[in-house]
């Protein structure tokens, strides 16, 4: 019977949606927090917050498999 390559397919994937979808987070707390507070300088800040999330999670997660 042929061995199975160990494939982290599914992980990589997981982990490629990681940043993009905590910038996303970040910036609708940001503009939704605008909206109630009538700012316009709070989704900046948020999608600053959520970029860096989610680079330090992607961070995290890829010096696991080192």
Do not use: C, Q
């Amino acid at each position: 019977m042929a061995k199975r390559p160990n494939n982290n397919v599914g992980k990589y994937a997981g982990m490629a949606m990681m940043l993009p979808l905590a910038t996303l987070i970040g910036f609708g707390m940001g503009y939704g927090l605008d909206v109630f507070f009538h700012t316009v300088w709070l989704r900046y800040v948020f999608l600053a917050l959520g970029s860096a999330a989610g680079i330090l999670d992607l961070y995290k997660e890829l010096s696991k498999d080192l």
